[in-house]
C-alpha cells in the first residue's frame, strides 16, 4: 500500500510539474460583484486542475476572496487526495469582461512543508 501511495505521489508530483510548464490552468467565474468569493476561487481552481492533469480533485485553500481587478492575486494552498505535502498555488486574475472574472492559477514545483510529523526512532 505505502509502494502505491508512492507511486501516486510520484505521478501528481509530475502531473504537477506539467503543469508548471504547460502554465498553470486557466479558470472563469461570472460575477456581478467586486471580489470572487473565498470558496468560489477554491472550488475552480481544484477542478481546472484537476481536469489538466486528469487527477482527482486536490484540496485548494485561500486566505479570503480575490479582487475582480486585472492584476489582482491571492496566494492559496494545494493539497492532492491521499497526500500531506503542501503546494503554493499562485492565482492572479488577466482579464474581467461583461461580470465575468477570468484567472490563472501556477502550482509551486515543491511542496511548501510536508505534513508528516511522524518520528523514527
Known amino acids: 500500500m505505502h509502494t502505491t501511495t508512492g507511486h501516486r505521489l510520484k505521478r501528481l508530483v509530475a502531473s504537477l510539474a506539467c503543469l508548471l510548464i504547460l502554465g ?7 460575477i456581478g460583484k467586486k471580489q470572487v468569493g ?3 476561487v477554491e472550488t475552480q481552481v481544484a477542478k481546472q486542475l484537476a481536469a489538466k492533469v486528469n487527477q482527482p480533485e486536490p484540496k485548494v485553500t485561500c486566505p479570503g476572496p480575490l ?9 492559496c494552498d494545494l493539497v492532492a487526495q491521499g497526500e500531506t505535502d503542501v503546494y503554493a498555488v499562485h ?21 511548501k512543508s510536508n505534513g508528516d510529523t511522524s518520528t523514527t526512532g
Not at 488577466?94 to 515543491?110: I, L, R
Open 91 to 111: 492565482v492572479v486574475v488577466d482579464s474581467v469582461k461583461n461580470g465575468t472574472v477570468h484567472f490563472n492559477a501556477q502550482v509551486a514545483d515543491q511542496p
Open 67 to 75: 479582487d475582480a481587478k486585472v492584476g489582482a492575486s491571492i496566494d
Open 38 to 40: 473565498k470558496s468560489e
Open 24 to 30: 498553470g490552468c486557466k479558470a472563469s467565474i461570472s
